[in-house]
């Protein structure tokens, strides 16, 4: 009995520890993410592997039309031995990993100028050693357009641009009105004829003393 509880006890605490370190190993991944069409997206996607050691052998993303569930397509990928490979796709030539997976666990993809064809379930799925494989699922949804607003910096070139533009119109207009008025301006001359003079002479009277 002694014996077989000897033999329980380490095979218990080996489970129990076993279990503990997988727990702690998980995709981290956000499950739905929503962008503007043209605008360039990055799906996050690290691997937590907690306090034991793993090697990465491979990381790979997959893309899947919501609509058909049965196909999906490999997008890009990266193994420890051939480094990053991108797949032939309508991705091909915008995708790409925001870091080097062979550095660090992390493996989120940066998606430029997103289409409205773009959308769909992508899956980031991790092949370590001696853990195995794992996926996490996130989904995006792309929004047609948006308002075209304009930077705080791109706004205030335009305020400045106007606010110049009255101060030469006023000052122009200012000097131009002034130069019409000193030309429509004339001096005018009094002048008398001898008959007027004669006319304006002043007659006295003989006023006896």
């Known amino acids: 009995m002694m014996d077989l509880f000897s033999k329980f006890i380490p095979l218990l605490l080996s489970y129990t520890t076993l279990l503990t370190e997988l727990q702690g190993q998980r995709v981290d991944i956000v499950s739905e993410i929503s962008v503007y069409q043209s605008d360039d997206v990055t799906l996050p996607c690290r691997f937590v592997h907690g306090h034991t050691e793993n090697k990465l052998i491979q990381v790979e993303w997959f893309w899947r039309n919501p609509s058909n569930k049965n196909v999906s397509i490999r997008v890009i990928l990266f193994n420890e031995k051939y480094g990053i490979y991108l797949n032939n796709t309508f991705l091909k030539d915008r ?56 930077s705080t910096a791109a706004t205030a070139r335009i305020v400045t641009v106007i606010l110049i533009t009255v101060i030469l119109t006023s000052v122009g207009y200012f000097f131009i009105n002034k130069r019409r008025r000193a030309a429509s301006t004339s001096v005018n001359y009094i002048t008398q004829s001898p008959d007027d003079l004669q006319q304006g002479e002043i007659t006295y009277a003989n006023v006896p003393v």
């Open 95 to 150: 995708v790409n990993f925001s870091t080097n997976p062979n550095l660090t666990f992390e493996a989120s993809i940066i998606i430029k100028h997103v289409k409205l064809t773009d959308q769909g379930v992508y899956s980031c799925g991790y092949t370590t050693y001696p853990r195995g494989k794992q996926i996490g699922v996130t989904t995006l949804k792309v929004q047609e357009g948006k308002l075209n607003l304009l």
